[in-house]
């Protein structure tokens, strides 16, 4: 089945510090990938995304670059920021319009 | 501006009480779905929509129910028979076709007393 599998939190950094948070993903075909990110009692919002392998997704700052070979979709950020302060959510669509797998998310603090 | 609107945001329940949480969408997505989310966890599927007077069980189904008779409406009721009913609820719609981008709402936190 599918599956998608994050680093565990929480992670806590200091502003302007990397950020990267692994994930990597169970899939048959050729799935679509994404990064969501939920901020303190809302929703999730989609943060990025890749429909193919090699794609890099980006937005905010952040990005992350669908690779096949080693079924891995990391998200980076060069230089966090307080606001970055959220929990990050990778998720994977297999396709043929069935439903998003999530991952069990990863909580970011980032510190003044 | 389009999206997607629960309501309420907090709810309280007594053990026993079944309960209804709104969920209405502007953006004419064809697709609806609910979704459980508890503390450290990951989001887990309970019911979904992809077209009008049709929905199909998730991963977590038992005791939940839902309806979908209106293409901009899916709520979901908490009966007595969900064993552990505390939790934030998140509702989210997309497009059948395409990327399957998932749009969601704030979310409704449920608290059984």
């Known amino acids: 089945g599918n599956s998608v599998t994050q680093m565990e939190g929480p992670v806590t950094l200091s502003e302007e510090a990397f950020l990267t948070i692994n994930c990597t993903y169970t899939?048959?075909?050729?799935?679509?990938l994404f990064w969501y990110v939920q901020y303190p009692g809302e929703g999730l919002q989609l943060l990025l995304k890749?429909?193919?392998?090699?794609d890099k997704g980006s937005n905010k700052g952040f990005e992350a670059t669908y690779r096949k070979e080693t079924t891995s979709f990391h998200l980076e950020k060069g230089s966090v920021q307080v606001s970055d302060s959220a929990v990050y959510f990778c998720a994977l669509n297999p396709g043929s319009a069935r439903q998003l797998t999530f991952g069990s998310g990863t909580q970011l603090t980032v510190l003044p | 501006d389009g999206g997607i609107t629960q309501s309420p945001k907090y709810l309280f329940r007594k053990e026993g009480q079944n309960v209804t949480l709104s969920c209405e969408q502007n953006l004419n997505h064809d697709a609806m779905y609910w979704y459980r989310q508890d503390p450290g966890q990951g989001l887990r599927l309970i019911y979904y929509s992809q077209i009008v007077n049709d929905f199909q069980k998730g991963d977590i189904a038992e005791g939940y129910s839902v309806s979908r008779e209106k293409k901009e409406s899916f709520p979901l009721t908490v009966t007595s028979a969900q064993k552990n009913p505390t939790a934030f609820y998140l509702c989210?719609?997309?497009?059948?076709?395409?990327?399957?981008?998932?749009?969601f709402g704030a979310g409704s936190r449920l608290t059984v007393l």
């Open positions: 899939a048959t075909g050729y799935p679509s």
């Open positions: 989210a719609s997309n497009m059948v076709s395409g990327a399957n981008v998932l749009t």
């Open positions: 890749a429909t193919k392998a090699d």
